[in-house]
């Protein structure tokens, strides 16, 4: 996982309720991700920031925002707005843009 | 629309077994691609990066083939151990300044090793 921490590990909220994930890297990188994985599908993009207060919506971003304030900080709030926020919820980062990501141990949300 | 197809989805194999798994690929242009592992509950962990030029690339006991004109990619396991139980995810790079359509992953091929 290497310096990349997510937090919580399993996470419960009920529908209509917002929550926001954690993500925290110490290795100076300047690109920091959020992907979400169901079972049998590849990971799909959600948000990148490539530098500190900038950030893109990925393949998926409604219904999700995201805040990059400092450099070692991307948290991502999955809003009432998305339909199936039940998923697991993983945050990568890297030096720049197309090189090697690094992913954190990941968060799994339960909405019921 | 760039896409990555792995197969099996999934493979049970025995303790001390070798085993290929298969990705192939619809990603234009090519800049690399990479194998994941992925414990359940876990990130996913690079475990070989190939790019054009390479066909072979090997980490300990895992060996990655690349075969760029036929856009395929093989793993290849060798002597399995009960802790290579996990996912194996192939992601493919495009070359492009967007981070949003820089990686596409496939949906991984999942193995248990028995004892």
């Known amino acids: 996982d290497g310096g990349i921490t997510q937090s919580p590990k399993y996470l419960f909220r009920k529908e209509g309720q917002n929550v926001t994930l954690s993500c925290e890297q110490n290795l100076n990188h300047d690109a920091m991700y959020w992907y979400r994985q169901d079972p049998g599908q590849g990971l799909r993009l959600i948000y990148y920031s490539q530098i500190v207060n900038d950030f893109q919506k990925g393949d998926i971003a409604e219904g999700y925002s995201v805040s990059r304030e400092k450099k070692e900080s991307f948290p991502l709030t999955v809003t009432s707005a998305q339909k199936n926020p039940t998923a697991f919820y993983l945050c990568a980062s890297s030096i720049g843009i197309g090189v090697e990501q690094y992913f954190g141990p990941g968060t799994r949300l339960t909405v019921t | 629309k760039n896409q990555v197809e792995q197969s099996p989805q999934s493979l049970i194999i025995l303790e001390g077994k070798n085993c290929t798994l298969q990705?192939?690929?619809?990603?234009?242009?090519?800049?690399?691609l990479r194998w994941y592992k992925q414990d359940t509950g876990r990130g996913p962990v690079s475990l070989t990066i190939?790019?054009?030029?390479?066909n072979t690339k090997s980490n300990g006991r895992y060996t990655a083939t690349l075969d760029a004109d036929t856009k395929q990619s093989s793993l290849h396991i060798t002597a399995s151990q009960l802790s290579d139980s996990a996912s194996y995810i192939c992601v493919v790079s495009a070359r492009d300044n967007n981070a949003g359509n820089m990686l596409t992953f496939g949906g991984g091929t999942r193995l248990m090793v028995k004892p």
């Open positions: 990705c192939n690929y619809t990603v234009s242009p090519f800049s690399n």
């Open positions: 190939m790019t054009f030029s390479e």
